[in-house]
């Protein structure tokens, strides 16, 4: 997974590199259907446990600062195997195009956590306890779905149906 060179990593940001949304659509007044399905087939297919979707919060470690939870777009999905986190969080990077996800972090991975995201079209291993903000050794991965598949719950089954297929 790591052993991508400097120089293959900013090619691949170039050809696959996807704008991140972060909080630019604000807090939702509830949850999102496609968030809720993404979570439930998580759970089905991978026996995670759903930790939480919406929530109005600020981000751990950082007030002021509104959390990704807060857009009804973030999933955090727990399992008690770092490894099969580890794999999971792996399986969702190299289908991040198909089913739709902006960022994933897996805060179990390696001494700090490591995080993915659509812009750069890579992981990043944290270096620092700061880059995991507060949850290092987090036995759960956080994923944020694109805004079109936090509404769609048929395109996020279909996306898994391709995923298996
Ligand atoms: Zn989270």
């Not at 993404?38 to 939480?52: P, Q, R, S």
């Not at 600062?65 to 807060?70: F, I, Y």
């Not at 399992?79 to 999971?88: A, I």
């Amino acid at each position: 997974m790591q052993q991508r060179s400097a120089r293959q990593t900013v090619a691949a940001k170039k050809a696959n590199g996807r704008p991140y949304t972060g909080t630019k659509d604000g807090a939702a007044k509830g949850k999102r259907k496609g968030t809720e399905k993404f979570v439930d087939l998580l759970e089905f297919f991978f026996k995670t446990k759903n930790l939480g979707t919406w929530v109005v919060r600020d981000m751990r470690g950082k007030p002021g600062q509104l959390s990704v939870h807060a857009t009804g777009r973030a999933s955090d999905n727990g399992h008690g195997n770092v490894k099969k986190l580890e794999e999971l969080a792996d399986g969702l990077a190299s289908h991040a195009d198909l089913l739709g996800i902006e960022e994933i972090h897996n805060y179990s991975y390696g001494k700090f956590g490591r995080g993915w995201r659509c812009d750069r079209h890579a992981w990043k291993v944290y270096e620092n306890e700061k880059e995991s903000a507060g949850s290092i050794g987090g036995k759960w991965i956080h994923v944020e779905l694109t805004p079109e598949m936090a509404d769609d719950p048929k395109k996020v089954e279909e996306a898994f149906k391709q995923m298996f297929s």
